[in-house]
């Protein structure tokens, strides 16, 4: 399995992402393809002493920043990191690709260079979120501000194969995340939606749920629009950080709690693997042709490798197959 | 001061909210006037042994329950511990109304029965939430699903007022909840909302935040639409109450760490306290003619107790008056 990597992307850029690479390649037996501009990786892989063993490289002059436009990708920038990656991955030179870089134009590029799934209206962003009984997919968590009631369910029917084909959840219970749990709740959008998905035979709609019901482990697949769908993910995002900064303050408050925090060290260290949002890797720009994950911007070497792996798993477990199948058997009967 | 309070309204209904009010007489030197079916308002009394010092009662035969429509509160149920709460406030026979019961009929009954202050367009739901930098409204909670640009605005300005004048910011930062900081962001809407605030002289705007500002204390005063809002409030809901889930596990998680809890028995107490939504009260029904305050559903005793105080000092600091006399200069201006 090759994974290819914007060597240029994400706050820690190029070095995390290197030493990310190359933890990947080590723990995962996974190959690198890592594109970006030849100077800054050279020098990264030399100061940092990187392991070069499985890593390959492409090189592009150009960087696609975070101040870029999303259309950038694919006009003024051709010749970035980002762009060539995109590129390289439809030419079937990887199996997949992974970026922590700008969100809008790597939907922008894997939308317009990979392309979408035939029948898929909209490509969605598609994180993992801890929760109560394990792991909940949200989609769309920003990819479209404005959504048709047919995008939430592909977005459904998305979020049930990915959840199903990478081992989340035999029948994955799909939500739509709406302002009340009874059917006739929210918007024109959120009413036709649910009947969309209520109708769906492929699906296991369990209905509306309360964003409460997001983390609390309500379903595994959470539909929304892009808009809300980004507010509630950057509001648990922000939440999450407020009672981690809370407990932290707890933990180092006094000298007797300081002792406290030691003898729990151990459940404190499991509870911090299972609230940590980049132990499963990235957000799946779901919907194009081929696999693509959207890394963390704050992506540190570990969260990268965690990324790789979810997009090595993303490329084996054939979920793009399957949603494509699952749109013909729906063509076939519509 | 006296707090006019639904008898009948939320899970624990009537005997915690009967605590609660007999906790606020000796509190906070507060009267209660509580409205509710004279039975089970009697036999709470009686079989809690509740001091009825400073509890008045007038009594309704009929209740508003959850499954009731919003409208029936002016329809099938004038006769209601919340419709004759509400038109009592309406009458001067009390300062302020508190209820804990289903939140579509109080906002209909307010906005019919109290009226919205003359030049605002819409009430909305304004909740209280923890936040890094102390507390945060965030406005509309969930009273509008479906918003115009001068709603946010108005909604700004109202949650401005109430920021500054109950003492939590002398000049409180507005920030619009966008999926992403830049002006352009955002659907028409919040384009176009984004330049009212900007532009309006009597905010201190401080222009898009995320999500994750929201509890990270980006501003005092979080506007946006009620349906973004809400999904927004409950996911960080569920979030928190995902954490606080972990946090237990993790304290009694072995012998050791249970020890560990007790040495740091004060501190988590205090993270608890902080992390505590009802603390500080319920949500404020924003933009009608007298101060109503949305306890939580589930509200203890302590914290209808919360509620009370909180519809006490909205009272006492005038908001209303000042919102009168924002939208007064607001149209003079105009």
Redesign the interface.
Known sequence: MKIIVDGMGGDNAPAEILRGCALAVRELGVEALVTGREDALNAAMTEHKICPDGIEFAYAPDVVTMEDPASSVVKTKKNSSMGLGLRLLKEGKGDAFVCAGNSGALLAGATLINKRIPGIKRAAFAPLL???TGHVMLIDG?AN??CLPEYLEQFGLMGSVYMKKMGFAQTPRVGL???GTEECK??ELYVAAHTLLKNNPHLHFVGNI???????GDCEVAV?D??????????????????????K???T??T??K??????K???R??KR??DYTEVGGAVVMGVCNPVIKAHGNSTAKSLKNAIRQAADFAGAGVIDEIRQALATEEGKA
């Not at 809300?228 to 981690?244: I, M, Y």
């Not at 002792?259 to 729990?264: E, H, I, P, Q």
């Open positions: 801890p929760c109560k920003g501000e404005s995340v709406n302002n929210g918007t309360e964003g409460r019901g997001v983390m609390m929304c892009g808009f809300s769908g980004n507010l509630l993910l950057k509001g648990c995002e922000g939440a999450g950080l407020f009672f981690l900064g809370l407990m303050e707890a933990l408050g006094s007797l709690s002792v406290g925090a030691l003898l729990m151990k459940q404190l499991g509870l299972r609230a």
